[in-house]
């Protein structure tokens, strides 16, 4: 037999060989019995050294054209097998898409949150800016230019936390509006609304926390006058309690309003005519509110003989209560899922 006809056997019986293999392990043994260095190839190697020196150019390339054949189907069965493994694979791990999938509970936001943005987004509406400040603030800008200078005995109705002397928890978002008459530059007309936490050095109990939230209003122009609060509260009252409420506005103090009400609405539960939400009396009280104070416009740069304005401030967890029925302010922070999920 001549080598050529050697080549072509061992060629053939490789491809055989190699192509019944059926794992990788089988197919790194077939490898070596042609390829490795004790293998096929190197019986047939060993034959060159008796050829004559001109065959052996012409049997070099016959070994190399062979060689590469049989690395050529060791390559082809080793990505048969290897696409078999993955076919595998997947035949076992196909995914039951009948099966019922795992329910996931969305949650929903906290009520305060929610009543907040109502009433952000009724204001907005009537054309008000929205605007936040710190909590911790300096007491000039919590009292002092508020109308209220150390030792006022109204401070006494906001005690609070003091950092410093000087520096404290505020007690309302009043200081916002201070903020913002002091940023106002030009001393233009101011339309805002200021949500935010405040704190107060109250006990806790069922209407006493000694945090909680308030949104107030602040209105400064050369045209407002006690109408245009009217009307602006009425408006709101009827949107957060309904289309038939009516306000009322009793005489009260306040030392950045002057002249200063409380305002009330007629009861959404018994309609004005007396029940225990309301006390027997048709109305519940729901803000504060009052033409601004001339002290506090001039002590942020305002010329009090040119402009006027007036201003509001309501608790979130008060209008919260009031609309569901909710007995006991210390609901909105022990964070008991139960009661915040009933707001959905
Ligand atoms: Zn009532």
């Not at 039951?96 to 795992?102: E, F, H, R, S």
């Not at 539960?269 to 009052?290: D, F, H, P, R």
Request: proline share 3%.
């Amino acid at each position: 037999m001549s080598v050529k006809e050697k080549l072509q056997e061992l060629i053939k019986e490789a491809e055989m060989s190699i192509q019944l293999v059926k794992n990788i392990h089988e197919l790194n043994e077939a490898k070596s019995k042609y390829l490795g260095k004790k293998g096929a190839f190197q019986d047939i190697m060993k034959l060159m050294k008796d050829l004559p020196n001109e065959e052996k150019p012409a049997f070099g390339k016959l070994t190399n054209e062979a060689k590469q054949k049989i690395s050529g189907y060791v390559n082809e069965q080793k990505q048969l097998i290897e696409e078999a493994i993955i076919n595998e694979k997947l035949k076992s791990e196909t995914i039951d898409v009948t099966l019922p999938g795992k329910k996931f509970e969305a949650g929903n936001r906290h009520l305060l949150s929610q009543i907040k943005e109502e009433i952000e987004d009724l204001f907005i509406g009537m054309g008000y800016e929205v605007m936040e400040g710190p909590e911790v603030e300096i007491d000039e800008y919590n009292f002092e230019k508020l109308n209220l200078p150390k030792n006022h005995p109204a401070r006494d109705m906001q005690d609070t936390f003091y950092i410093t002397n000087e520096t404290l928890l505020r007690t309302h978002t009043s200081p916002v509006q201070v903020r913002t008459m002091l940023d106002n530059t030009e001393k233009g007309p101011i339309k805002i609304i200021c949500p935010g936490k405040v704190y107060r050095r109250d006990a806790d109990d069922a209407t006493h926390s000694h945090q909680f939230m308030q949104i107030e209003g602040l209105v400064v122009d050369e045209l407002t006058s006690m109408a245009d609060l009217k009307g602006t509260l009425l408006v709101a009252a009827r949107k957060l309690f309904g289309d038939k409420r009516e306000i009322r506005l009793r005489p009260s103090y306040f030392p950045f309003t002057e002249p200063s009400v409380e305002v009330d609405v007629s009861c959404h539960n018994c309609n004005g005519k007396g029940c225990n939400i309301c006390k027997g009396t048709g109305w519940i009280e729901v803000l504060g509110a009052g033409v601004i104070n001339n002290n506090v416009l001039e002590a942020s740069g305002y010329d009090s003989t040119k402009y006027q304005g007036f201003a509001f401030g309501m608790g979130v967890e008060r209008m919260a209560m009031l609309k569901y029925g909710i007995n006991d302010i210390r609901a909105f922070y022990t964070n008991d899922i139960r009661f915040n999920k009933q707001f959905k």
